[in-house]
């Protein structure tokens, strides 16, 4: 009943969304600052059955995908090493600060003077990405619950019990918050390095291509399908923790011996 | 066990001062006193976890190796089912899986838990999670107990079922334990003796109850004179 009654607050929210921007085009009156719902449909529609729409989506997602890989490698084992050691988290604290401070364009045209443009997107998500996944596994491994750390300890768990009962599920909280936020901030990233590099596939390139010549309903239909691509990811990312947690719970009631 | 010649000092706090202390074999001795006075400190200082800065612990053959630690909280694992978190601390004592299934299953059965295997902490009632603790304590293979307060945030009904369900265990199964409480009822209840503490040197009380474990009521008058003292020595300190 809960589920029922979001999902209409969300269908609502929505259709305001698009009520709003039909009342502003109708108000506007010019298909160039703001086209109305119908030709950015129909324009929608005639993109997705281009040849070289597959193309442009894929080569988008294959740039996200890798670099939210990388992310989630690489900062969950330095985030995790940091956490542990305190050391080399002071050693990583003026490289992180500094990625969170650099503004997103200076990155994106700093690399685009260092790498070709289909480097760009992937390594300037990386580095935006990064410091979010990797602050997240630190302090995950900062706040472990020292109670429990005692207890395994007196109880004498052996290192691999302790890592897979105790560790892992205590981190996975700030591993799916970490993977959740980079995810959504590789997506924007990636499209926006296209934007300014162009690229020969890429959904960024396409708005880029669309925008100088003045087809806003084109740069519209590419937005809307960037924020399909956005909401998908999160959606299967969703899905995939949802379905791991309910393997877990699975495998929990397995061990648990029959009792008749 | 025997605390012989005890200092430990934290700053200017004089915790224990060249301060002695017995728990005979397969006796349990409850120690109560005001916070600060060093209760925990003891059961750290048994434990292992702290050393004393003068003076040494002394363990009788039978009291070595595991220790068995009860907490004021359950101190459960999260993402770990009932069964798991039992069967979990028995992994380092027993190596055959058929044993420490059927030890888990023994003493959650004891604690009436039987039906709540496959659940988590989080849907468990804090009694519940408390009983997991205890079935765990028992359950892995120790020498001896230490009990930090283990019945503290519970109601009183929960309580004594869980001092109860506490002695059942126990009897059946008697070793050196180290009971730490605020509550001079719980200590009379499950103490071979009752010991305070208050003065860094020496206990300010210490007296042996002569009456069997399961016979003990609470409204018996010798008990609740030892009841009254350990009060007025709490409040005297």
């Known amino acids: ?260 | 066990m025997r605390f012989l010649n005890i200092t430990k000092r934290y700053g200017d706090n004089q915790v224990f001062d060249h301060f002695n202390l017995e728990v005979p074999p397969s006796t349990i001795l409850s120690v109560v006193g005001p916070s600060g006075e060093g209760k925990t400190t003891l059961l750290q200082m048994a434990a292992g976890l702290l050393s004393p800065d003068e003076g040494f612990i002394e363990k009788e053959e039978g009291e070595q190796g595991g220790i068995s630690y009860l907490f004021q909280e359950p101190r459960l694992l999260p993402a770990s089912t009932v069964y798991e978190n039992v069967e979990l601390a028995l992994r380092s004592s027993y190596k055959e899986r058929n044993e420490r299934e059927e030890r888990t299953l023994h003493y959650l059965d004891l604690v009436g838990l039987q039906e709540s295997l496959p659940l988590y902490p989080h849907q468990l009632s804090g009694g519940m999670r408390q009983r997991v603790a205890i079935a765990r304590a028992f359950a892995h293979q120790c020498n001896l107990m230490l009990l930090d307060e283990p019945f503290q945030s519970l109601d009183i009904k929960l309580k004594y079922a869980l001092v109860h369900a506490f002695i059942r265990l126990w009897e059946e199964n008697p070793k050196t334990t180290l009971f730490v409480t605020h509550d001079p009822k719980e200590a009379i209840l499950l103490g071979d003796a009752v010991c305070c503490l208050g003065d860094p040197k020496q206990p300010l009380l210490y007296q042996k109850i002569h009456i069997p474990r399961k016979a003990r009521n609470i409204g018996d008058a010798s008990l609740l004179a030892l009841e009254a003292d350990l009060v007025e020595t709490l409040v005297r300190s």
């Open chain 1, 1 to 260: 009943m809960r589920s029922v009654k979001r999902n209409l607050v969300l269908l609502l929210a929505s259709a305001i969304l698009l009520i709003i921007w039909q009342v502003a085009s109708i108000w506007l009156d010019s298909q160039i600052l703001l086209p109305s719902l119908g030709p950015v449909f129909t324009t929608l529609l005639g993109l997705a059955r281009e040849p070289v729409f597959t193309s442009n989506v894929l080569f988008t997602v294959l740039r996200a995908l890798e670099s939210f890989l990388i992310i989630l490698v690489s900062a969950s084992i330095l985030g995790v090493l940091a956490g542990r050691y305190s050391l080399l988290s002071t050693f990583l604290r003026p490289f992180v600060t500094t990625l969170k401070a650099v503004p997103v364009m200076s990155i994106i045209l700093l690399a685009f003077i260092w790498f070709s443009s289909g480097t760009v997107p992937l390594f300037s998500a990386f580095l935006m990405g990064f410091p979010v996944m990797f602050v997240q596994m630190e302090m995950g491994v900062k706040q472990l619950d020292s109670n429990l750390d005692e207890m395994c300890d007196l109880y004498g768990f052996s290192k691999k019990t302790k890592l897979v009962h105790f560790i892992v599920p205590s981190l996975v909280p700030y591993f799916v918050t970490g993977a959740k936020t980079a995810l959504s901030m590789v997506w924007k990233v990636v499209i926006a390095a296209e934007v300014l590099t162009v690229p020969q596939y890429g959904v960024g390139s396409r708005m880029q291509l669309a925008q100088m010549q003045l087809e806003t309903d084109k740069v519209l239909s590419w937005t809307l399908i960037a924020i399909f691509l956005t909401a998908f990811g999160d959606l299967v990312f969703a899905l995939i923790v949802e379905g791991v947690g309910a393997l877990k719970h699975r495998l929990d009631a397995r061990r648990v011996p029959c009792v008749s």
